[in-house]
């Protein structure tokens, strides 16, 4: 159920999208609250410096919040994120015992709601999740990522015409 404290890490984790944004990799944030409500990790995409996939928020978020309480298992905690977690950082979570996922907007590419007909294995633990916290601002910030990327590219071809014109 959606609450206050939701919209106020969901916050938390737009900052850290914006983070990603400036660095010029998909803006994807996330953080981790533990049961008392402290923010154990913080973390956003780092796939374009790293150029490994496995370096999406939510994994650079829970390796940290693992190393910060020394533990792998991240029991009673909250995962919230800008974009819903692809298959990959779902496994991780289930992985991981976190108990709740938080999300803004959906993944028509990459997210189990993609996925209609997709069932948890029957030992994973049942995972609580939220969708559409902060949608309209997850959303924003990936259309202004993606506008960007498209007009550069646009640019790119209007040069590269150009050049091959005056050859």
């Known amino acids: 159920m959606k609450n206050n404290k939701d919209f106020f890490y969901m916050n938390k984790a737009l900052a850290q999208a ?4 400036k660095k010029n990799e998909v803006p994807v944030g996330a953080v981790i609250v533990n049961k008392e409500g402290v923010i ?3 973390a956003h995409n780092l796939i374009e410096k790293t150029q490994c996939h496995s370096a999406h928020a939510e994994a650079r978020a829970i390796q940290r919040a693992c190393k910060k ?3 792998w298992r991240l029991l009673d905690c909250t995962l919230y994120v800008t974009l819903e977690p692809c298959l990959m950082c779902l496994g ?6 976190i108990a709740r996922v938080v999300y803004g907007a959906p993944s028509t590419l990459f997210g189990p709601s993609a996925w209609a007909n997709l069932q948890p294995p029957s030992f994973a633990k049942q995972l609580t999740i939220e969708a559409g916290v902060k949608k309209e601002e997850s959303i924003e910030l990936l ?13 790119c071809r209007e040069i590269e015409s150009r050049i091959h014109r005056k050859n």
């Not at 914006?18 to 944004?21: G, M, Q, R, S, W």
């Not at 259309?143 to 640019?155: E, H, I, P, Q």
């Open 69 to 71: 309480i020394k533990n």
């Open 40 to 42: 154990i990790a913080r």
């Open 18 to 21: 914006k983070v990603a944004l």
């Open 92 to 97: 991780l979570i289930q992985l991981s015992r």
């Open 143 to 155: 259309k202004l990522f993606f506008s960007d990327k498209r007009k550069k590219r646009k640019a």
